[in-house]
């Protein structure tokens, strides 16, 4: 038998079993509901049935035979169904059973099974036709893949009980930590002991205006956690890998930025340069400088380092540069499908994700220059999705004689603590972040 004349997988008497138990006890309707979805069922017929009895649930209508049938017909599809003969056939061969959802779980895998096969041969097509490049191919196929993961079966709610357990085993690992960061470091004192350091699965987000360092106070985070032997994926979106070396360098090596960049090394800092340069690739500190980055590229680019090297945070540089998968209404739309597919990456991945972005203009129209949430670009969504926000701003931005060289971030969201202000460190000449206590001691 031919690729080609394979029949897809299906089971015609486990739909039928499913909508004629439905018929005999309504209540089995809420079970298999949370298991399937209308396009789940192979047959046309069976599929427009339980569309048909979506309605009448939503409408509080009982569902019988006489009942589904005066629906069909005042939906004009009862012919297309089978007409009355089959809603007939299908009552009298049906019986309730408590194992409908067993009936339910394998209208689901043989769905996903089906979903497998288009995506396959769609994929086939592509690479046969090579119009596109491998990478680009490469980046369909695990996007498509991982589409048809996230529609897995739904194992439905879970008693809080069952969990529990497992709850105080977290809290007995954390109580023997003694007070220390639970999540990836920042390398940054102050913030680690506001946040716990950035924990898994959580979307952090870190805006300020253009200037404010953002980018340097994210890469400062990325370096200090892939120093304690995490690995760190940093997407550059802005500045190029050469850029980022050039500050990596510095930031290590506590060269200025400006003489590392333009090649004036002093004949004492040359061996501060090969230390810290061996220092840096010693780490798993992975860049991706990719302009206008969607999210699905990102995701499978992720999941493979995931798969190969693992992956403990990721860094975005800055989230307004991104672009949304497909066609979006606006730039709002785009943004907020960008934010919320980066909360959902984040658990996937299991690690934090923080993601600096831009704040809109309206701080530095105010006397004090403090920037608030509401600054945020299409602030909605990604306040919305965000566990934590920060914002960061310098006084001495505004004028170099207030608070130099100190900057605030201000955690403005908070899903699991407190808000507040903290004060940081700025070595502007080396773009790095340090808590104050380093000033204080390097004075």
């Known amino acids: 038998m031919t690729e080609a004349s394979r029949p897809l997988p299906y089971d015609f008497l486990a739909e039928k079993a499913i909508i004629g138990s439905i018929l005999k006890k309504n209540e089995t309707f809420d079970r298999v509901n949370q298991i399937i979805k209308p396009v789940d069922f192979y047959d046309s017929r069976t599929q427009r049935i339980y569309k048909s009895i979506i309605n009448m649930v939503d409408k509080?209508?009982?569902?019988?035979?006489?009942?589904?049938?005066?629906?069909?017909?005042?939906e004009n599809i009862l012919?297309?169904?089978?007409?009355?003969?089959?809603?007939?056939?299908?009552?009298?061969?049906?019986?309730?059973?408590?194992?409908?959802?067993?009936?339910?779980?394998?209208?689901?895998?043989?769905?996903?099974?089906?979903?497998?096969?288009?995506?396959?041969?769609?994929?086939?097509?592509?690479?046969?036709?090579?119009?596109?490049?491998?990478?680009?191919?490469?980046?369909?196929?695990?996007s498509r893949i991982f589409d048809i993961s996230q529609d897995k079966l739904n194992e439905g709610l879970i008693k809080?009980?069952?969990?529990?357990?497992?709850?105080?085993q977290v809290i007995n690992e954390l109580s023997m930590n003694d007070g220390d960061i639970t999540g990836v470091t920042t390398g940054l004192e102050t913030i680690d002991t506001k946040l716990?350091?950035?924990?898994?699965?959580?979307?952090?987000?870190?805006a300020a205006r253009p200037?404010?360092?953002?980018?340097?106070?994210?890469?400062?985070?990325?370096?200090?956690?892939?120093?304690?032997?995490?690995?760190?994926?940093?997407?550059?979106?802005?500045?190029?890998?050469?850029?980022?070396?050039?500050?990596?360098?510095?930031?290590?090596?506590?060269?200025?930025?400006?003489q590392v960049m333009n090649g004036r090394i002093r004949d004492d800092e040359w061996e501060l340069l090969f230390h810290a340069t061996r220092e840096i690739a010693s780490k798993d500190l992975y860049v991706d400088e990719t302009p206008g980055i969607t999210l699905s590229e990102m995701r499978s680019k992720l999941k493979r380092l995931k798969a190969e090297r693992g992956v403990d945070l990721v860094v975005i540089d800055y989230l307004q540069l991104m672009q949304a998968d497909g066609r979006q209404e606006n730039r709002q739309n785009e943004i907020a499908s960008i934010s919320r597919g980066l909360k959902t990456l984040s658990k996937e991945l299991?690690?934090?994700?923080?993601?600096?972005?831009?704040?809109?203009?309206?701080?530095?129209?105010?006397?004090?220059?403090?920037?608030?949430?509401?600054?945020?670009?299409?602030?909605?969504?990604?306040?919305?999705?965000?566990?934590?926000?920060?914002?960061?701003?310098?006084?001495?931005?505004?004028?170099?004689?207030?608070?130099?060289?100190?900057?605030?971030?201000?955690?403005?969201?908070?899903?699991?603590?407190?808000?507040?202000?903290?004060?940081?460190?700025?070595?502007?000449?080396?773009?790095?972040?340090?808590?104050?206590?380093?000033?204080?001691?390097?004075?």
């Open 196 to 206: 716990s350091g950035l924990q898994p699965a959580q979307l952090v987000l870190l």
């Open 60 to 74: 509080d209508i009982k569902i019988d035979e006489v009942s589904l049938i005066s629906q069909l017909r005042n």
């Open 350 to 443: 299991n690690c934090p994700i923080l993601s600096l972005a831009q704040l809109s203009r309206e701080a530095d129209k105010r006397a004090d220059h403090k920037p608030i949430l509401s600054d945020l670009r299409e602030s909605g969504a990604i306040e919305q999705d965000a566990d934590v926000v920060m914002l960061l701003y310098r006084e001495d931005y505004y004028d170099e004689e207030d608070n130099p060289n100190i900057a605030k971030v201000i955690v403005a969201k908070h899903r699991n603590g407190s808000t507040g202000s903290l004060d940081l460190f700025f070595n502007k000449p080396c773009t790095t972040f340090r808590d104050l206590s380093y000033r204080e001691e390097n004075v």
């Open 160 to 168: 809080v009980g069952d969990t529990l357990e497992e709850t105080i």
């Open 211 to 258: 200037a404010m360092g953002k980018t340097a106070l994210g890469l400062t985070m990325a370096w200090n956690a892939a120093r304690e032997n995490k690995s760190v994926a940093f997407f550059s979106l802005e500045m190029s890998t050469l850029q980022l070396n050039y500050r990596l360098i510095s930031m290590v090596s506590m060269i200025d930025l400006e």
């Open 79 to 142: 012919q297309e169904v089978g007409g009355e003969e089959f809603i007939t056939e299908i009552t009298l061969s049906s019986f309730y059973t408590p194992n409908i959802d067993t009936y339910a779980k394998t209208v689901k895998e043989k769905s996903l099974l089906r979903s497998l096969i288009e995506a396959s041969e769609d994929i086939m097509d592509v690479s046969y036709g090579q119009s596109q490049d491998v990478s680009s191919i490469l980046s369909m196929a695990e």
